[in-house]
């Protein structure tokens, strides 16, 4: 049996994980292909799937609330950590499926994951070689050529910390309109049409730390490419499947039909 394959959906809050997560696996599964989902947000509340393997099970937010006395980030901070102690049990129950994909839903802070050792550490222990990140850009803080480059800065940084592969998505991209989209989808591609939006401006202290963070980003022009996705009859979720077919089968698929 070949590797499973660990994709980690991450970003900001309200980004989108938990539907991309669900619409994933539903897409897949439509496919003949096999997914199980994995939710590692143990402060999840109405999840619009039901996971396969599930951290809450381990960790609670209102259990270590209680028990430590802390308010709802100080816990968040805590289960984090606690995160790290229950990658042994975790990763049984993945490998007890069998399965080919592992969805995985991260904590609603991005930078509980991203930023402390605990994401890292988990992200090594369950598989460093067959685990792609799938960034999750929202639209609505990508609308301005300046918020559109602080995103990217989000998710360079992302890289930065991690140090994995990465696939830039734009999620929830059926709220944007056809010309904002077009707009995203060029900056995406032309680091220069990009450059020319952010120019033109209105003149602020942003404005001129755009255009320094922008040279940053073209060193890693590589990594900007967006793949939109939207909940709406899947859409775009078949091209962020391929670039990971790419990324580790050389573009071999397993779909049965
Ligand atoms: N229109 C639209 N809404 C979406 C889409 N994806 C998610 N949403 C909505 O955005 C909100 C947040 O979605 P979630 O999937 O919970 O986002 P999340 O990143 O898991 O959120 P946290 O875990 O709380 O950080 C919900 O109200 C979703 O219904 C989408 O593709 N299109
Ligand atoms: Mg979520």
Do not use: H
Request: charged content about 20%; proline content about 3%.
């Amino acid at each position: 049996m070949k590797e499973e394959i660990f994709i980690y959906f991450i970003g900001t809050a309200g980004s989108g994980k938990s539907t991309l997560t669900y619409n994933f696996q539903q897409w897949m599964s439509l496919r003949g292909l096999d997914a199980i989902t994995v939710n590692l947000d143990p402060g999840a509340e109405n999840l619009p799937y039901d996971p396969d393997v599930d951290i809450r099970d381990w960790i609670s937010l209102k259990e270590i609330m209680e028990t430590y006395g802390l308010g709802p980030n100080g816990a968040q901070i805590a289960c984090a950590d606690m995160l790290a102690l229950n990658t042994s049990d975790i990763k049984r129950s993945i490998e007890a499926f069998k399965t080919d994909y592992v969805l995985i839903d991260t904590p609603g802070q991005l930078e509980l994951f991203v930023f402390r050792e605990a994401g890292k550490y988990i992200i090594k222990f369950l598989n460093p070689e067959r685990s792609i990140i799938g960034y999750l850009l929202d639209p609505s803080l990508a609308k301005t050529a300046t918020g559109f480059v602080s995103q990217l800065l989000l998710s360079i940084n992302t890289n930065f910390r991690l140090g994995f592969s990465q696939i830039n998505i734009l999620s929830k991209s059926d709220m944007l309109s056809n010309e904002d989209l077009e707009q995203i989808k060029n900056w995406s591609i032309d680091i220069e049409t990009l450059g020319n939006s952010v120019i033109n401006e209105e003149a602020s202290i942003y404005r001129e730390m755009s255009e320094g963070i922008l040279k940053l980003i073209s060193e890693f022009s590589s990594q900007n490419k967006l793949f939109p996705t939207g909940k709406v009859d899947f859409y775009g979720i078949e091209d962020v499947y391929t670039q990971i077919q790419l990324q580790f089968l050389g573009g071999e698929d397993l779909m049965s039909d």
